[in-house]
C-alpha cells in the first residue's frame, strides 16, 4: 500500500487504516498549516502507482520503529484536515495582531503579491561564473548580500586561485566598489568547504525590508561554520541544506504600509514556502518549519522566529539520478520526498501505523540533533597488542 508524507501529517493514511488525527485544543497552528500545505506539495501522484525506475535508498535505514517516541495527547478534540488544490486559498484562519483583533480586507500590495516568486532575494546564478565552486559561491553570496548589489558586482570572472581564502577577500577589498565585507569564516570551515562540507553548515536570517522598494524579504547568510552534523547532513553533505530564521508576520513586525496586508502576507508566505528556490545554481525545497526555541536572554526571549531548512535536489555538483549509487548519496539528485522515503522507511509497517506527530519528532531528531557518528565494531575483529604492557607476549589460543 502506498503511504504518502501528507498521509502522515493529516493523521488520514488510507481507506483500510484508520487514521490518527492529532489531539490538540481544537485550533491549527500556523506552524501546523505550514507543514501540511508544504508535505502535500512533496507527495508524487505517480508513485502511487508504479514503482518501476523508483528511486530507493536501503542504506543507513533508521536504527528503532516510529513507534518508540511517545508525545502527550494535548486534549480530547479532534483536529481534522481537508485537502486543498490551490495553495493561495488554504489559509483561511482569522488573522490577529496579537490582541485579539483580526485585520481587515484590502487590496494586495506588489511586495506581497510578489513574495513567492521572490525565491532566496538573488538573481540566478551568472553562467559566465558557472566554473566557480560550491564554496566560493557561498561567500561571494554573502559579500552581494551584505552590500545589497548583484553577484556579478562583487566578482566579473573566476580564477581558480580564489579557492585560496586570502587570495579571495584581497579580491573584495581590491574591488573598485570599494565593498563592505562581513565578519570572514573560519580557516578550519573554509577547508572543510574545500573538500567535502564535512562539519560545516550553512545558515541564514531572513528580515523584512521596511521600505516599499524591493523584495519584502531580505536574506543575509552567516559565515560557514564547523559543528557536529546531523544525519541528514552526514548522509547527503552538508552543502545540501541551509538553515534560515524567519521572522513571524505579525502587525508589530511588519511596515507600516503592510500591516493592513497580514492576510494577504500569510497566503503568499506559504506560497513561498512551498515554492522551489533556485540558489546558487542549485534547486532548494523547503522540508522543515518549526518554531525556534527562545533563549534566555531579554532580546532572544521577546523574539518570535521560524526555523525554516532547505534541502538542494538538484543543481551545480551534484550527479543526475541516472546515475545514482547507494554509497554515493551525497552527490545525487533527489527529491524531498526521496530523502523522506530513506529516511522514514515508510515501507515498513510499523512505521505506516503511527501518527504524523511521530514523523514530526523524527524529521526533528534528523534535521535539528546534533551528534557525532558512531561506529559498532564487532569484539571478535580487533586484536589485541601482546607486546604492550601488561599483555603476555605469547598470543591467546582462543584468539581473544
Known amino acids: 500500500m502506498h503511504t504518502s508524507f501528507t498521509s502522515m501529517i493529516t493523521g488520514a493514511e488510507g481507506s483500510d487504516r484508520p487514521g490518527q488525527p492529532y489531539h490538540s485544543s481544537g485550533t491549527i497552528s500556523l506552524d501546523d498549516e505550514i507543514l501540511i500545505q508544504a508535505a502535500r ?3 508524487a501522484p505517480s508513485d502511487a502507482n508504479t514503482t ?198 505579525e502587525r508589530k513586525g511588519v511596515p507600516e504600509h503592510l500591516k493592513s496586508q497580514l492576510e494577504h502576507l500569510l497566503k503568499r508566505y506559504l506560497g513561498w514556502l512551498c515554492k522551489e528556490k533556485n540558489f546558487l545554481g542549485r534547486t532548494w525545497s523547503t522540508f522543515h518549519v518549526a518554531p525556534k526555541k527562545r533563549g534566555k536572554g531579554r532580546k532572544e526571549r521577546s523574539e518570535r522566529v521560524q526555523r525554516v531548512v532547505l534541502f538542494a535536489t538538484q543543481g551545480t555538483g551534484l550527479s543526475k539520478r541516472e546515475l545514482f549509487s547507494p554509497g554515493n548519496l551525497r552527490r545525487i ?27 514530526y519528532a523524527r524529521l526533528d531528531l534528523g534535521t535539528l540533533m546534533k551528534e557525532l ?9 580487533i586484536l589485541a597488542d601482546h607486546t604492550s604492557a601488561g599483555f603476555s607476549a605469547k598470543p591467546n589460543p582462543m584468539g581473544t
Not at 557518528?373 to 575483529?381: G, I, K, M, N, V
Open 41 to 43: 506539495m512533496y507527495d
Open 52 to 249: 518501476e525506475g523508483a528511486y530507493q535508498v536501503n542504506e543507513e535505514p533508521l536504527s528503532q520503529p516510529l513507534n518508540d517516541l511517545s508525545l502527550e495527547s494535548h486534549g480530547p478534540e479532534q483536529v481534522h484536515f481537508t485537502a486543498a488544490s490551490d495553495i493561495n486559498a488554504t489559509w483561511t484562519a482569522p488573522l490577529t495582531d496579537g490582541d485579539g483583533a483580526g485585520t481587515s480586507r484590502s487590496p494586495e500590495h506588489h511586495q506581497v503579491r510578489d513574495l513567492p516568486n521572490g525565491g532566496l532575494c538573488m538573481e540566478e546564478f551568472p553562467r559566465s561564473l558557472a566554473a566557480m565552486p560550491f564554496h566560493v559561491r557561498y561567500e561571494c553570496a554573502r559579500v552581494a548580500l551584505h552590500n545589497r548589489i548583484s553577484l556579478l558586482d562583487v566578482m566579473s570572472s573566476y580564477r581558480a586561485s580564489y579557492s585560496d581564502y586570502d587570495i579571495l577577500w584581497k579580491s573584495f577589498r581590491e574591488n573598485p566598489r570599494k565593498l563592505k565585507l562581513p565578519p570572514p569564516c573560519s580557516a578550519r570551515a573554509w577547508r572543510a568547504a574545500s573538500h567535502n562540507f564535512d562539519g560545516v553548515t550553512m545558515r541564514g536570517t531572513i528580515t523584512i525590508n521596511q521600505s516599499n522598494i524591493g523584495p519584502i524579504f531580505r536574506l543575509n547568510l552567516e559565515p560557514l561554520l564547523t559543528e557536529t552534523s546531523c544525519r541528514f547532513q552526514r548522509v547527503f553533505g552538508g552543502d545540501r541544506f541551509l538553515y534560515l530564521e524567519v521572522p513571524y508576520l
Open 333 to 359: 539528485e533527489a527529491s524531498v520526498s526521496d530523502m523522506f522515503k530513506w529516511f522514514l522507511t515508510l515501507e515498513d509497517p510499523l512505521n505506516r501505523a503511527q501518527s504524523y506527530c511521530k514523523a
Open 373 to 381: 557518528s558512531s561506529l559498532l565494531a564487532d569484539t571478535r575483529r
